[in-house]
T-cell receptor, first 112, second 119 residues
C-alpha cells in the first residue's frame, strides 16, 4: 500500500536553483522521513521530522510538515548536478512492527 | 552502526527456478524485518512484515506461497521467490527495525537491495 502522492512527479532545474517537492499522506503518523535514491541503487536516508515538529533543517535541506493538511515539503537549496535522483517521502507510526509506507516519489534532474 | 546487508546484490535466473534473497542486520538485533519490491521508475511497495519466530504478514495482493519469508533469527530474514517468472523481475529491498524504546520513532534501516532478473 502507499500513503499518497508526491508532486511533482518529475522536476528539471538548473544547477544553483532551488528544488521543492511535496508529499501528501492519508493516515495519522508519528513521523515522516525523506529518502533519496540514485538510479538503480539503494535508499539514502535524508531527514526525519516528527509529527510534533513543523520544520527541520539539515545542510541544504529544509523539510516542513503540516499535519492538519497531511502534507510535507522538501526543499533543496542551491541544487547541484549530484542531487539528481528520485526522492521519496515515507511515513511511520510508533506502533510496534509497522513498516514505513512510501509515497510515489519525485524524480529530480539537475543540469549543469 | 545499524547496517543491513542483502545477498546477493543481483541475480539472474531462468523462469521456473527459485531464488533466495538474504537480509541481515549486521550490528543489531531486528525483531521485525520488512520486504519491499520496487519496479522500474516506481516507488517501494511493502510486500510483507517478518517477525522473528513467527509467520510473516503479507500485504494484500502478495502471494504468500510464491514469496516465502523466513525469519529464523534476530539477524536474518530470507525471501524466496518460488517458480520465478519474468514478471517477478524487480528490485527487492529489505529493512530491519531496531526498537529504540516506546518513545522513539519507528527506526528502520534499509539494505542496499537485490536486483532480480528472470529470463
Amino acid at each position: 500500500s502507499q500513503q499518497g502522492e508526491e508532486d511533482p512527479q518529475a522536476l528539471s532545474i538548473q544547477e544553483g536553483e532551488n528544488a521543492t517537492m511535496n508529499c501528501s499522506y492519508k493516515t495519522s503518523i508519528n513521523n515522516l522521513q525523506w529518502y533519496r535514491q540514485n538510479s538503480g541503487r539503494g535508499l539514502v536516508h535524508l531527514i526525519l521530522i516528527r509529527s510534533n515538529e513543523r520544520e527541520k533543517h539539515s545542510g541544504r535541506l529544509r523539510v516542513t510538515l503540516d499535519t492538519s493538511k497531511k502534507s510535507s515539503s522538501l526543499l533543496i537549496t542551491a541544487s547541484r548536478a549530484a542531487d539528481t535522483a528520485s526522492y521519496f517521502c515515507a511515513t511511520g507510526t510508533n506502533q510496534a512492527g509497522t513498516a514505513l509506507i512510501f509515497g510515489k516519489g519525485t524524480t529530480l534532474s539537475v543540469s549543469s | 552502526g545499524a547496517v543491513v546487508s542483502q545477498h546477493p546484490s543481483w541475480v539472474i535466473c531462468k523462469s521456473g527456478t527459485s531464488v533466495k534473497i538474504e537480509c541481515r542486520s549486521l550490528d543489531f538485533q531486528a525483531t521485525t524485518m520488512f520486504w519491499y519490491r520496487q519496479f522500474p521508475k516506481q516507488s517501494l511497495m511493502l510486500m510483507a512484515t517478518s517477525n522473528e519466530g513467527s509467520k510473516a504478514t503479507y500485504e494484500q495482493g502478495v502471494e504468500k506461497d510464491k514469496f516465502l519469508i523466513n525469519h529464523a533469527s534476530l539477524t536474518l530474514s530470507t525471501l524466496t521467490v518460488t517458480s520465478a517468472h519474468p514478471e517477478d523481475s524487480s528490485f527487492y529491498i529489505c529493512s530491519a527495525r531496531r526498537s529504540a524504546g516506546a518513545s522513539s520513532y519507528n527506526e528502520q534501516f534499509f539494505g542496499p537491495g537485490t536486483r532480480l532478473t528472470v529470463l
